[in-house]
């Protein structure tokens, strides 16, 4: 009656939750902005998500046997790294580029310092910025959405077409504010499309909906916390309020920064990364605000029209040491020594 | 007195898992099964352990001392029915492993006959003296029955320097499965009532609160109506108190009841609060009333793997063997059988541990619903344990400090504030054993400071 009786600590019981379930449900979060990248770029998106996700899982495969550690793809976090890796690349990036920078976030951005949970920085975003280093014309070359030209042509940098087929809506406003157009008719005219995603821009951050979509799904099933989206969002509305309303000839609408760009693919998707986040619910707010503030300080004072990159590098950097001035104070006060 | 049945009184953090009360909370309380030995184990309580008084072949009284102290914080044991001393020896402890016990032959059948007290109209506590009840508590060999062990009398004992003006009765029963206070609610009502007003008195406490959770309004009612029977309604309030785990955690129920907060490190005589558990209150009234010693208590034998689970009475040193097959033995499933509840209670292996005077269940879990420490992943710092954590601790910080013997580390994320209610190894999604490691490590760091033998 009693052989299979075994012994361990309490509590002996469990949430049914696991690291794989969080990760799957990243996934599913994530499924909107895929459907709206096959949608906006047919194949292109598809095919480059589905190249960033293999060579992140044989990455990772490969990282473990040389590590002689377990298999732990099926922990789902090298098919999380390499679809946002994937969402945040043009769709008309070459393959072999996608593959090199899948392979450089699993290996350098995450298994190089012990594998899952033990990384400074995002593999996402260490992987991308290793390609804007590294690739600097092919990450800034866009197409245009499919359903505006079905032919998909691409726009360099340089090239400067009319509102609706332009390189990314951030990009354009750039070049507006320099040659003194009037960003603020340019914002208005743009931000319907920039809402449902028929911009030009990063394969899965074109499309507001389908992101905000995937955002709420985390916030109901508790998978993210609240705290850092919304500390992203508010810091980053607030500071491009300001200066909008200091100027707003030459500044664009706030609206308009929230919908376009990496910001909300940034606050719901890479900023949450709960390894690089931190831990305490102090430290939460304020990586959220460093994040959001970096990201407008780069978009409206800084040469880049896109900050959320480096916004999330610089802010997983300072990670530790939020975390360090966050200990929580225990309920009853600190002791007396 | 119309009664809010929902209440939000509550703590910050905390979990909710799930209940499993409907196993037992509708069995009465039945007597437990006539064993031929006993074994009481000489350290039932926090605080220095016993030495027997009695030799092997001596005859013993139902009720007899056979273990007592000279320390201050301890409590007598006394034996549960007459008999012969078999031996004195070394016996399985669900806490410190092995420790000295008494073990008792029975004389004849000892099926427990359950208590049958009723609170007469002109009962009036000012007949006893705080000294009277103190001496009959201990006495009586109490102590908080909820678990922890504290003698009792320690704790209502009245102290000019800490006024003690608050007495709460924790019947919270916060813990999945668990449903012995929550039958004592019912079927002992005046007992414990009797118990409470008791220790109210003694304490010097002139207010005393029975904080009940808000998933038992049976309970919640039977009380109140119950003390506005008897009178009692102007100073011995019920107050409903929000379903969540570890409600039922003295610093917790404190905070949601009256709203304060005990400082880390102290104890709640420091505000004033005296926290009992209701079998504790029913233990009084009969030791101070009735002049018994505890030598019986009610054991819920639950859980999904136990084949009949109920709610019973039993003599202190029953066996777990032998209660375990009164209720028909395990089904197949069996996978860990517990003395207390899911989420704090120990895991035995020796079945022929002994109930004590702390055991309020004996959980068996099959093998789906314990949880996989063997899944453990790395930690992904997700930070689910510190938003639940009740203490707001850094569980994960502490847990990996001991891991890697970082002592200065786990002391300076307050390791000795944690109550160990188990909360952040529930939630935590890598299947860390968070509150295994803190609980180790405050072992050794006890080790350290000599407090504690090797």
């Known amino acids: 009656m009693f052989s299979n009786i075994t012994v361990a600590p309490a509590p002996h019981i469990d949430e049914r939750l696991s690291t794989r379930r969080i990760m799957a449900d990243v996934v599913i979060a994530l499924l909107p902005a895929m459907v709206a990248a096959g949608y906006y770029f047919r194949v292109y998106g598809l095919v480059l998500i589905i190249v960033c996700v293999a060579w992140s899982m044989a990455t990772e495969w490969v990282c473990n046997l040389l590590r002689k550690k377990p298999n732990s793809l099926t922990d789902y976090s090298a098919v999380v790294t390499g679809i946002i890796l994937a969402l945040s690349l043009p769709p008309a990036l070459p393959l072999w580029a996608a593959a090199i920078g899948s392979i450089f976030a699993i290996s350098i951005g995450k298994m190089v310092f012990g594998g899952l949970g033990a990384n400074i920085f995002n593999p996402a975003m260490v992987g991308r910025a290793f390609l804007t280093a590294s690739f600097g014309l092919l990450m800034t070359t866009w197409t245009v959405p499919a359903t505006i030209d079905p032919q998909m042509s691409t726009i360099g940098p340089a090239k400067m077409l009319d509102a609706r087929t332009q390189a990314t809506p951030l990009a354009w406003s750039k070049t507006a504010i320099k040659k003194e157009l009037n960003a603020k008719v340019y914002a208005k005219e743009q931000i319907t499309p920039a809402f449902t995603g028929e911009v030009g821009g990063c394969t899965g951050e074109t499309s507001a909906i389908a992101l905000l979509l995937g955002g709420l799904y985390l916030l109901l099933k508790r998978t993210i916390d609240p705290r850092i989206p919304l500390a992203v969002l508010l810091s980053a509305f607030i500071f491009a309020s300001i200066f909008y309303f200091l100027n707003p000839d030459s500044y664009v609408n706030p609206f308009f920064h929230l919908t376009t760009g990496g910001l909300l693919l940034g606050a719901f998707f890479i900023a949450t990364d709960p390894v690089t986040a931190p831990l305490t619910i102090k430290g939460k707010w304020i990586f959220g605000v460093i994040i959001g503030t970096l990201t407008m300080l780069i978009r409206i004072a800084g040469e880049y029209p896109e900050g959320v990159m480096y916004a999330v590098l610089l802010g997983n950097s300072v990670r530790p040491l939020i975390d360090r001035f966050c200990t929580p104070i225990p309920a009853g006060g600190k002791p007396r020594a | 007195m119309p009664i809010n049945l929902k209440s939000r009184l509550s703590f910050r953090g905390g979990v909710h898992p799930p209940q499993c009360k409907v196993l037992t909370q509708d069995k009465e309380i039945l007597p437990g099964p006539s064993i031929k030995e006993a074994v009481i184990l000489l350290s039932q309580h926090t605080g220095a352990i016993c030495q027997p008084l009695v030799n092997k072949g001596d005859t013993v009284q139902a009720g007899q001392k056979i273990g007592d102290s000279e320390a201050f914080v301890s ?150 109506t119950a003390l506005e029977k008897h009178g009692r309604s102007n100073n011995t309030k019920v107050v409903p108190v929000k379903t969540k785990y570890p409600q039922g955690g003295e610093r917790q129920l404190i905070r949601a009841v009256l709203n304060k907060q005990v400082p880390t490190g102290g104890i709640p005589p420091v505000i004033g609060v005296v926290v009992l558990n209701v079998a504790t209150a029913a233990a009084i009234a009969d030791a101070v009333i009735n002049n018994n010693p505890l030598i019986h208590r009610v054991v819920t034998v639950t859980g999904e793997a136990v084949s009949n689970p109920g709610n019973f009475y039993v003599p202190i040193g029953t066996p777990i063997e032998d209660l375990l097959n009164f209720c028909g033995g395990l089904t197949r499933q069996a996978a860990r059988v517990i003395i207390g509840g899911p989420m704090m209670g120990i895991a035995i292996a020796d079945m022929k541990t002994p109930v004590t005077k702390t055991t309020g269940a004996i959980t068996v879990l099959s093998q789906e619903q314990i949880s996989r420490a063997e899944l453990q992943t790395p930690c992904i710092h997700c930070g689910r344990c510190l938003k639940i954590c009740p203490e707001r601790l850094n569980p994960t910080k502490i847990a990996h400090a001991v891991k890697n013997y970082f002592w200065d580390v786990a002391q300076n994320y307050y390791i000795s504030a944690c109550i160990e209610c188990g909360c952040c190894s529930y939630i935590c999604p890598a299947h860390i054993e968070l509150t295994g490691y803190i609980k180790t490590g405050k072992v050794f760091l006890a080790r350290q400071k000599k407090k504690m033998p090797a």
């Open chain 2, 75 to 224: 409590a007598p044991v006394h034996a549960p029915f007459a008999g012969k001393v078999k031996e004195i020896s070394l016996q399985s402890h669900p806490v410190i492993g092995r420790c000295l016990a008494v073990v008792i032959e029975a004389a004849q059948d000892t099926t427990p006959r359950p208590p049958f007290f009723k609170l007469s109209p002109d009962f009036d506590e000012n007949t006893y003296s705080p000294e009277q009840i103190c001496d009959a508590v201990r006495r009586a060999g109490i102590v908080g029955m909820g678990g922890a062990g504290f003698p009792t009398r320690v704790k209502i004992e009245p102290n000019p320097q800490l006024p003690k003006h608050t007495l709460l009765i924790n019947s919270c029963e916060c813990e999945p499965y668990i449903t012995c206070d929550y039958r004592i609610m019912l079927e002992w009502t005046d007992q414990i009532i009797a118990g409470a007003i008791l220790a109210g008195r003694a304490a010097g406490s002139s207010n005393v609160y029975f904080a009940i959770e808000d998933n038992k309004p049976l309970a919640i009612e039977t009380i109140s």
